[in-house]
Nanobody, 117 residues
Framework: QVQLVESGGGLAQPGGSLRLSCAVS????????MGWYRQAPGKQRELVAA???????NYADSVKGRFTISRDYAKNTVYLQMNNLAPEDTAVYYC???????????WGQGTQVTVSS
């Protein structure tokens, strides 16, 4: 089973930046797709960004041009660079791995991101 550990959350001011990291147990090569999701209080969990094994990325409309998902195979880590943060980006951010030809999902424990002045 793939295990995920997120880090990098915290408090940022509007317009600021944060970088989230998701350390993956095992090799990224075994993962079909990695994604970052977020869940704000009282709202459903939503996809923020995803990257496939082949490198295809997709983003929620609300973060396009501000957030970037990337990966480092040497470190078995996936990142979410978040720039120009806004208060509406405040949420718990979760890392997700899909593997086993899409049959299995693993989730991290979540990391809190708060954007406030």
């Amino acid at each position: 089973q793939v295990q995920l550990v997120e880090s990098g959350g915290g408090l940022a001011q509007p317009g600021g930046s944060l970088r989230l990291s998701c350390a993956v147990s095992g090799s990224l090569f075994s993962i079909d797709a990695m994604g970052w999701y977020r869940q704000a209080p009282g709202k459903q969990r939503e996809l923020v960004a995803a990257i496939t094994r082949g490198g295809t990325t997709n983003y929620a409309d609300s973060v396009k041009g501000r957030f970037t998902i990337s990966r480092d195979y040497a470190k078995n880590t996936v990142y979410l660079q978040m720039n120009n943060l806004a208060p509406e980006d405040t949420a718990v951010y979760y890392c997700n791995a899909r593997y086993g030809f899409g049959n299995y999902d693993s989730w991290g424990q979540g990391t809190q991101v708060t954007v406030s002045s």
